[in-house]
């Protein structure tokens, strides 16, 4: 029974594809270059900000070693 609903529901989509309108890409690349800029644009910007604050309120942080430290004299 799932089998037979899950064909007529696959044949619905192919049908509702097919007669589904042709769309206007003519911009895609155009629309796909701009947001790939704008994307790089908030990147710098979220990085200019966040290396400001860090200048700003420097975080005192004890150094970690895993290596073995002894004193030689």
Do not use: H, W
């Not at 044949?11 to 890409?25: K, P, S």
């Amino acid at each position: 029974m799932l089998l037979l609903l899950g064909y007529d529901f696959c044949l619905f989509l192919i049908l509702f594809v097919n007669e589904a309108q042709a769309t206007d890409f003519d911009d895609l690349g155009k629309l796909l270059f701009g947001g790939f800029a704008l994307a790089i644009a908030v990147a710098i910007v979220l990085v200019c900000v966040k290396l400001r604050l860090r200048d700003k309120n420097p975080r005192k942080s004890d150094f970690l070693s895993i290596s073995n430290v002894s004193n030689k004299e």
